[in-house]
């Protein structure tokens, strides 16, 4: 049997209805059984901090807007000043390089949302003022939709996916020389997951379909792989995209 090995990306497409490729992965994952799938924690890890990444940083840089305020002598606010707020926290943030706009956006909309829900329960209608560390206190706590949708899915496949072996410590030495000396030129969890993918192969006797939805990431991981002989041969590099031309 062939197991499905994802990426970072293919579970972000996976979990999330807007993203650009959900329908593509979600066509691939149906040709597989349950056991046949094996998310590692390492595309787990990565997985959980960029799928929180955009609303994260938006609450923290909300709250230090809404702290400001109080040092101006401000105690509540209305919806629509938290929206304001909340609009100049996004911009402060839109240009990092590790934000993307998109996402951000839907954080945006999600936590203004969740605020205006928040003030209606309290008195019916939004247009009242708040206090402002009532606001923040209910924001700090607010789940993710989406990751909240992950986390449940994920859990479900770490328990009744496939279970891989103990690696013997002479693979572990020997993948980790190899990673060594061939100074992968790879973002730190990107080379972390090619890593673990060569090791969980080299390990046992199955063949491995490894999703893909980063390109970059499909073209330089596949050179790494097809130059490590004892994994020759068992592991099927699957883009999740348009073919590279």
């Given at each position: ?13 996976l979990?999330d ?5 959900h ?12 056991g046949?799938?094996?998310?590692p924690m ?20 909300t ?12 105690e ?6 938290f929206n ?6 996004a ?17 945006r909309?999600?936590l203004?949302?969740e ?9 019916g ?42 690696i ?54 596949k ?18 995209g348009?073919?590279?031309?």
């Open positions: 049997m062939s197991l499905f090995f994802p990426d970072t990306s293919t579970l972000i497409s979990f209805e807007d993203e650009p490729l329908s593509r992965a979600s066509e691939i994952i149906r040709k597989y059984r349950v046949e799938v094996f998310v390492s595309v787990q890890a990565e997985w959980q901090s960029r799928s929180v990444r955009e609303h994260n940083r938006l609450v923290i840089n709250a230090i807007f809404l702290d400001n305020k109080r040092k101006e002598g401000k509540s606010i209305n919806i629509g000043e304001t707020i909340v609009d100049n926290a911009n402060k943030i839109r240009n990092e390089p590790s934000i993307e706009p998109r996402k951000l956006d839907r954080a909309f999600t203004q949302k605020i205006s829900n928040f003030y209606k329960n309290s008195y209608v939004s247009a009242h003022s708040k206090s402002i560390a009532d606001i923040k206190e209910y924001m700090m706590k607010l789940s993710y939709t989406f990751f909240e949708r992950g986390t449940g899915v994920i859990t479900f496949f770490v328990q009744h996916g496939y279970s891989h072996p103990d013997p410590e002479e693979i572990e030495k020997k993948v980790k020389m190899f990673i060594s000396q061939q100074r992968i030129d790879m973002e730190t969890q990107d080379a972390m997951i090619l890593s673990d993918l060569i090791r969980y192969v080299a390990a046992d006797g199955e063949v491995y379909d490894f999703v893909v939805g980063d390109k970059k990431f499909y073209k330089k991981g050179k790494y792989v097809d130059s490590y002989d004892s994994v020759k041969g068992r592991i099927n590099f699957v883009l999740l348009a073919p590279l031309l």
